[in-house]
């Protein structure tokens, strides 16, 4: 095994001191996210397709449960001459569901969200074809025979689903395909609901896990891709249009808050009953596949005593945001729909929790508008439905933009961000995680929504290094270097790893105590040299690169220690960076956040 100082020159000058320049850079983002962005405009057009089917599908099926006709125009059960036959209705939906679930595939239960948060952090961002078929079957047989839920939560999963499947025909990295997958997710909800904004904001706070334009770029092109789409399919937006408000004030910006506070500990409430009913159907001593079942004869009979709770109830968001809905007799709504939802969900069928919010938090402000002395019915619904939203689904920007696009009312964007804001902070003191994230820590997964910049990328190398490395001629014996270490001689016992320098004290190799333990047990052990034993192809680092470079180094080239060079000279040893000295990274930002003093 010969130095090779000159490979090992020629490397370092070509490799990491270029790594070291594009380090610095503001971004990591290279020319991929093209091509990630021309995919993303099929994965958009996909979703555009899906999100039209689904809804051709409930609205196919909701004429025949409920009026026996064949149509697909878009029409609400509330109507419905069924008399008390209407509780069979759901039910049925219901067994039809449950054998899909079972004898299909059991991910097609549930609300789409947890699903597609599972499959981006657990399952390599994959999902399997029959999902992206099942789920919105199931979503439609769900919503088109009553259920009390929106398209938006099956419309995130299914889309997600498409880009996954799409993303897979390709050679991608996990990162590549959580890309396409959260791009078709939120394309499918501005398809939907036209709010191609809040679909971007909604996969930045939830469904990312990151902000880089990496991601963002591609995702923000199948919105917009969706958005344009739309239009000829289903129409243009806004869904719920209404008159414009006028510029808030003060005040009302203080009842925002107040009104935020009431949705942040009603989000708190409805959490706690979804998960309370699921914790009884646990008990049930039935197959799951008949909960959804027993789940709908609750709907049915919601639907008998107040027939507004049936069907994702857009006309009931509607009648809130144009104030037609006011006072105490909406008190009754917001308790059948929280209650039926609830149960429903809690049974394991398949539909959205978006639109459900959106009327329980419309209703809660529409109850409220007669004591609030300023404002009207329609502008606190407004301000209810994107508080409850807020709060529930601990996303305030989605909702506050959200909430702008249903409706085009771009004056209150004042009061509807000072309602999230005041909603999110209640849940987030008093609820450990969300109606979104409980689902996955019951299955065993925690997640953490808490996004802030690795402290490796702003600590550089040289605030963390040793700047007095072990080093050794590179001529020494391995039974010298053998003997100093056995006498605990300071000079080489600094680390694990020894620096080799040549005889003009330039970097020429590496050993550890490992290779020498290794080179002594090899015959004519005596006469082999540190250079001979240690590693000459070595990697480095500058002092002067993020720690982050570094450890991406270290992982990839699995090696557990770095010498440091200078950028312009990579054989002018200045320093050592080990394990010690990336924790000390990690202790500073602890001391940051823990250590309290004064100054």
Same mark, same amino acid.
């Given at each position: 095994?010969?130095?090779?100082?000159?490979?090992?020159?020629? *490397?370092?000058?070509?490799?990491?001191?270029?790594?070291?320049?594009? !380090?610095?850079?503001?971004?990591?983002?290279?020319?991929?996210?093209?091509?990630?962005?021309?995919?993303?405009? =099929?994965?958009?057009?996909?979703?555009?397709?899906?999100?039209?089917?689904?809804?051709?599908?409930?609205?196919?099926?909701?004429?025949?449960?409920?009026?026996?006709?064949?149509?697909?125009?878009?029409?609400?059960?509330?109507?419905?001459?069924?008399?008390?036959?209407? %509780? !069979?209705?759901?039910? %049925?939906? *219901?067994?039809?569901?449950?054998?899909?679930?079972?004898?299909?595939?059991?991910?097609?239960?549930?609300?789409?969200?947890?699903? *597609?948060?599972?499959?981006?952090?657990?399952?390599?961002?994959?999902?399997?074809?029959?999902?992206?078929?099942?789920?919105?079957?199931?979503?439609? $047989?769900?919503?088109?025979?009553?259920?009390?839920?929106?398209?938006?939560?099956?419309?995130?999963?299914?889309?997600?689903?498409?880009?996954?499947?799409?993303?897979?025909?390709?050679?991608?990295?996990?990162?590549?395909?959580?890309?396409?997958?959260?791009?078709?997710?939120?394309?499918?909800?501005?398809?939907?609901?036209?709010?191609?904004?809040?679909?971007?904001?909604? !996969?930045?706070?939830?469904?990312?896990?990151?902000?880089?334009?990496?991601?963002?770029?591609?995702?923000?092109?199948?919105?917009?891709?969706?958005?344009?789409?739309?239009?000829?399919?289903?129409?243009?937006?806004? %869904?719920?249009?209404?008159?414009?408000?006028?510029?808030?004030?003060?005040?009302?910006?203080?009842?925002?808050?107040?009104?935020?506070?009431?949705?942040?500990?009603?989000?708190?409430?409805?959490?706690?009953?979804?998960?309370?009913?699921?914790?009884?159907?646990?008990?049930?001593?039935?197959?799951?596949?008949?909960?959804?079942?027993?789940?709908?004869?609750?709907?049915?009979?919601?639907?008998?005593?107040?027939?507004?709770?049936?069907?994702?109830?857009?006309?009931?968001?509607?009648?809130?945001?144009?104030?037609?809905?006011?006072?105490?007799?909406?008190?009754?709504?917001?308790?059948?729909?929280?209650?039926?939802?609830? $149960?429903?969900?809690?049974?394991?069928?398949?539909?959205?929790?978006?639109?459900?919010?959106?009327?329980?938090?419309?209703?809660?402000?529409?109850?409220?508008?007669?004591?609030?002395?300023?404002?009207?019915?329609?502008?606190?619904?407004?301000?209810?439905?994107?508080?409850?939203?807020?709060?529930?689904?601990?996303?305030?920007?989605?909702?506050?933009?959200?909430?702008?696009?249903?409706?085009?009312?771009?004056?209150?964007?004042?009061?509807?961000?000072?309602?999230?804001?005041?909603?999110?902070?209640?849940?987030?003191?008093?609820?450990?995680?969300?109606?979104?994230?409980?689902?996955?820590?019951?299955?065993?997964?925690?997640?953490?929504?808490?996004?802030?910049?690795?402290?490796?990328?702003?600590?550089?190398?040289?605030?963390?290094?040793?700047?007095?490395?072990?080093?050794?001629?590179?001529?020494?014996?391995?039974? @010298?270097?053998?003997?100093?270490?056995?006498?605990?001689?300071?000079? =080489?016992?600094?680390?694990?790893?020894?620096?080799?320098?040549?005889?003009?004290?330039?970097?020429?190799? %590496?050993?550890?105590?490992?290779?020498?333990?290794?080179?002594?047990?090899?015959?004519?052990?005596?006469?082999?040299?540190?250079?001979?034993?240690?590693?000459?192809?070595?990697?480095?680092?500058?002092?002067?690169?993020?720690?982050?470079?570094?450890?991406?180094?270290?992982?990839?080239?699995?090696?557990?220690?770095?010498?440091?060079? @200078?950028?312009?000279?990579?054989?002018?040893?200045?320093?050592?960076?080990?394990?010690?000295?990336?924790?000390?990274?990690?202790?500073?930002?602890?001391?940051?956040?823990?250590?309290?003093?004064?100054?």
């Amino acid at each position: 095994m010969g130095l090779q100082v000159a490979d090992f020159n020629a *490397a370092a000058t070509s490799g990491p001191a270029r790594q070291s320049r594009a !380090a610095l850079a503001d971004f990591r983002t290279d020319r991929r996210v093209l091509l990630l962005s021309a995919m993303a405009v =099929v994965v958009g057009g996909l979703a555009s397709a899906v999100a039209y089917i689904l809804l051709w599908l409930i609205a196919g099926i909701t004429n025949l449960a409920f009026y026996h006709r064949f149509s697909a125009l878009p029409t609400q059960p509330q109507g419905h001459h069924l008399g008390y036959w209407v %509780i !069979a209705v759901p039910i %049925i939906g *219901a067994l039809i569901i449950g054998l899909m679930a079972r004898f299909g595939s059991d991910k097609i239960r549930g609300h789409g969200i947890p699903e *597609a948060l599972e499959a981006i952090l657990l399952g390599r961002s994959k999902i399997q074809p029959r999902v992206a078929i099942l789920k919105p079957l199931s979503a439609a $047989i769900s919503i088109g025979t009553g259920g009390p839920f929106g398209a938006e939560g099956p419309i995130i999963m299914t889309g997600g689903a498409f880009g996954s499947l799409f993303a897979q025909q390709f050679h991608l990295s996990s990162a590549e395909r959580k890309t396409l997958l959260v791009a078709g997710a939120a394309a499918g909800m501005s398809a939907v609901f036209a709010t191609p904004v809040a679909a971007l904001l909604l !996969a930045v706070e939830l469904l990312l896990f990151e902000w880089k334009p990496r991601s963002f770029i591609p995702v923000a092109v199948a919105c917009i891709v969706a958005s344009v789409m739309r239009v000829p399919l289903l129409g243009a937006g806004p %869904i719920f249009p209404v008159h414009g408000h006028d510029p808030v004030s003060a005040n009302q910006l203080a009842y925002a808050a107040c009104l935020g506070v009431l949705a942040g500990f009603g989000s708190g409430l409805l959490t706690l009953l979804v998960y309370a009913c699921e914790d009884l159907f646990q008990k049930l001593p039935l197959h799951w596949m008949w909960w959804p079942a027993i789940g709908a004869v609750f709907i049915g009979v919601g639907g008998v005593l107040e027939p507004r709770v049936l069907g994702v109830g857009y006309d009931t968001i509607h009648a809130l945001l144009r104030g037609e809905l006011v006072g105490p007799p909406v008190a009754g709504l917001v308790l059948a729909k929280a209650l039926v939802w609830a $149960i429903a969900l809690g049974s394991g069928t398949s539909g959205g929790v978006l639109a459900p919010l959106l009327i329980m938090g419309g209703a809660l402000g529409a109850f409220l508008a007669p004591w609030i002395p300023c404002g009207d019915a329609g502008m606190w619904a407004t301000v209810g439905m994107a508080a409850m939203m807020g709060g529930t689904m601990r996303s305030p920007l989605t909702a506050m933009v959200f909430a702008v696009e249903l409706t085009h009312d771009f004056n209150l964007f004042g009061p509807l961000l000072v309602t999230s804001i005041s909603a999110l902070g209640v849940t987030v003191l008093l609820m450990r995680r969300s109606i979104l994230t409980e689902k996955l820590a019951r299955r065993g997964h925690h997640i953490t929504r808490e996004y802030s910049i690795d402290p490796f990328e702003l600590v550089r190398v040289g605030d963390v290094m040793d700047t007095q490395p072990a080093k050794i001629p590179a001529a020494m014996k391995v039974t @010298e270097l053998s003997s100093q270490l056995a006498r605990g001689e300071p000079e =080489v016992n600094r680390h694990q790893a020894i620096l080799l320098m040549d005889e003009h004290q330039h970097l020429a190799g %590496i050993i550890t105590r490992g290779d020498v333990i290794r080179a002594l047990g090899k015959p004519g052990a005596e006469k082999l040299t540190v250079a001979e034993a240690g590693s000459t192809e070595l990697v480095v680092t500058h002092p002067d690169e993020p720690l982050r470079a570094a450890l991406d180094r270290m992982l990839r080239d699995d090696v557990g220690r770095l010498p440091v060079v @200078e950028s312009s000279h990579p054989k002018r040893v200045v320093g050592y960076l080990g394990r010690a000295a990336i924790l000390s990274a990690r202790l500073r930002l602890h001391e940051e956040e823990n250590l309290r003093a004064k100054g």
